[in-house]
């Protein structure tokens, strides 16, 4: 890789997030036809065997939610109304199509209401199962295959097992290339910060897998080798919750005097921390991670496979157990945990993940916000004080 190319991954990064529709409407121009999805449970392997671009569905901060009022109350998921605001403004209209999964009802409802109002040319909505027994798992298998008979029917191809097979390893190629960008985040001061960290995030999920493959080489092999990267800062945080996708909370945490250096967010490490197996038939490795391996609060996880009824601190090592590895392997001496106000799956799981935290001996502290600028100040307020406990 040339010195000119090391050197235009962050730039490349931020062009794409501030302009992140601009590739994809390029490459429509060139012929290829775009996806929209929403979340991390639409299985993007299947779309992109079949040549199909999958662009992610993110809501917008810095707009305001006018038009999506006629469709949804304002009590609830304020990213939810944002997204499909942004569809009814026409921001999503180079889009081909649009695939949603039953990620939580207001997800679901307001995917249902995307297809009525926007018509677009694809539709597709998978019923997500939301535990994770084995009956769950066959359910969703079954589920994918209607979902593979509807992507046939659009694009006229069929999707070979085969050709699975090899876009499962091209994903699981990107996964891998993530979990060494955090890598990167390890060391004191880390050489990438979480506000650049999630820069790339948006980029990845508004680029093809194989060039998103090609741009973190790019940013890996630069951040590597830069000489004027991050600061060493007092805190180093984990940040845990509902979707952030701008800049400007973690950008807000990091001017206070902290590194963030690990995340659990599904712009984040949620999406890439586990690979497809790759199963005799694909949609079996499919169908089991994309349900059983995301670590979603939109799954129940209790009682796993056939499990004994457990103890509360049982219970909560076998769910949340992982973000004390995250803390211990990256040095994270505190926890923000946030979400969106009405975010109900993050938010009745918040009680149990503070109980973990604390019998696990990690400070932490709960922010809520509606998804909006103005939600900042006081937050700010909130952040400095429980960065001065962590001292």
């Known amino acids: 890789m040339s010195e000119e190319e090391r050197n235009k991954g962050l730039t490349r990064v931020r062009e ?11 490459l429509r121009a060139e012929g290829k036809k775009v996806m929209g999805y ?15 671009v999958p662009y992610r569905i993110l809501g917008d901060m810095r707009e305001p939610i006018t038009k999506a009022d006629a469709c949804l109350p304002t009590v609830v998921c304020p990213f939810i109304r944002s997204c ?51 009956a769950a798992v ?11 008979k509807t992507l046939e029917l659009f694009t006229g191809k069929e999707l070979s097992p085969k050709r699975l097979k090899e876009v499962i390893e091209v994903y699981n190629q990107q996964r891998a290339l993530v979990r060494d960008l955090y890598e990167l985040r ?30 973190l080489r790019q940013v890996i092999d630069e951040v590597k080798e830069r000489k004027d990267g991050p600061q060493k800062k007092p805190a180093r945080l984990l940040i845990w ?4 996708d701008d800049i400007a909370l973690i950008e807000m945490i ?25 199963t005799n038939d694909p949609l079996d490795g499919l ?62 799981e918040v009680p149990g993940v503070r109980d973990y935290l604390d019998h696990v001996g990690l400070p932490n502290i709960y922010l809520e916000h509606d998804y909006s600028q103005a939600a900042l100040a006081p937050l700010r307020t909130r952040a400095q004080a429980f960065l001065e406990v962590l001292g």
């Open 241 to 244: 919750g509902s979707i952030i």
């Open 254 to 278: 990091e001017e206070l005097e902290a590194n963030v250096v690990m995340d659990d967010t599904c712009v984040g490490s949620r999406a890439y921390w586990s690979d497809v197996e790759l």
């Open 84 to 134: 499909l605001d942004l569809g009814l403004k026409g921001r999503y209209d180079f889009l081909d199509g649009a695939v949603f999964s039953h990620v939580c009802d207001v997800a679901e409802k307001s995917s249902h209401i995307w297809n009525i109002y926007l018509n677009p040319p694809y539709f597709h909505f998978i019923d997500t199962p939301h535990t994770v027994h084995k």
């Open 287 to 348: 169908a089991y991670r994309y349900l059983v391996e995301l670590k979603c609060p939109r799954t129940f996880k209790e009682a796993t496979f056939g499990e004994t009824k457990k103890d509360h601190m049982t219970d909560l090592e076998s769910r949340f157990g992982y973000l004390r590895d995250y803390a211990k392997e990256w040095n994270a001496r505190g926890v923000i945990l946030q979400s969106v106000r009405y975010c109900d799956i993050h938010g009745y």
């Open 16 to 26: 794409i997030y501030q302009d992140r529709s601009r590739r994809a409407e390029e």
């Open 186 to 215: 390890k060391p004191d001061p880390p050489l990438i910060s979480g506000t650049e960290t999630l820069q790339v995030m948006v980029a990845l999920m508004s680029l093809p897998v194989e060039e998103g493959n090609r741009l």
């Open 38 to 52: 929403l979340c991390i449970y639409p299985v993007l392997e299947m779309m992109t065997a079949l040549d199909l």
């Open 138 to 148: 066959r359910q969703h298998k079954e589920l994918l295959k209607d979902f593979k």
